[in-house]
Structures are given as C-alpha cells and as structure tokens.
C-alpha cells in the first residue's frame, strides 16, 4: 500500500483547505485511514480517521466541528476538509492506512502500518 498525501498550503485564519490522501494498493474494506498532524516541535497527534466499513469517522476533540474526514471508494482516496483553520493547526499532515484495526485504536498512530509523505499546512494570524 502507499499512500500520496497532496492538499496543503498557506492560508490564513479562518480559510479551508482539502487535504487529499490517494492510496494505491489493496485498501477498501477492513482496512482504516487516519490523519495525523506534527507541529514544529511537539509530538505527532492523531486529527481524524475513517473507516472503510460502514463509513465510520473519528476525531480528535480538537478538530471537532471543523474538519471533516471521508472517503471516495471509486478512486481509493480519503479527504480531509478542515475549515475555520486556526494558527495552532499548522502542522505537517500525514496520511496513514493499517488493517484490522479494531475501533478505540483508530485514532493510535502505533496502529497504523502504512504512512504517506507529510504535506504542510501553514495557518497564518
């Protein structure tokens, strides 16, 4: 599986933006894809993840309301549309994908087997 993360950019508080995650390979059903954020100096945390089966979504608290995470199966690609962007979502945002991963890991980075690029997003003030 590997995973071509694209969508990021400069833009300023209050804008959106859609981060695209195209996955090639076997995905689809049984498999979950995440999006993960790290911030200059701080750990990478988890943003969202969506689940194949059943189209379920996750988030994390922080991005609650304002991003919103879904999938296209036609063409194995996962979105991310994050609107009213803040300074403190600038982050390099990364894409992964794992198998079987049972539903209070979804949102775990240890659980995902597969990691795309990162690409940067920057939320000017």
């Known amino acids: 599986v590997q995973l071509q993360a694209s969508g990021g950019g400069l833009v300023q508080t209050g804008d959106s933006l859609r981060l695209s995650c195209a996955a090639s390979?076997?995905?689809?059903?049984?498999?979950?894809m995440g999006w993960f954020r790290e911030a200059p100096g701080k750990e990478r945390e988890s943003v969202a993840a969506?689940?194949?089966?059943?189209?379920?979504?996750y988030y994390e608290d922080s991005v609650k309301g304002r991003f919103t995470i879904s999938g296209d199966s036609a063409t194995n690609t996962v979105y991310l549309q994050m609107n009213s962007l803040k300074p403190e979502d600038t982050a390099v945002y990364y894409c992964?994908?794992?198998?079987?991963?049972?539903?209070?890991?979804?949102?775990?980075?240890?659980?995902?087997?597969?990691w795309g690029q990162g690409t940067l997003v920057t939320v000017s003030s």
């Open positions: 992964a994908a794992g198998y079987g991963i049972i539903t209070s890991n979804s949102l775990r980075s240890s659980a995902y087997t597969y």
């Open positions: 390979g076997r995905t689809g059903r049984g498999y979950t």
């Open positions: 969506f689940r194949w089966s059943g189209r379920i979504t």
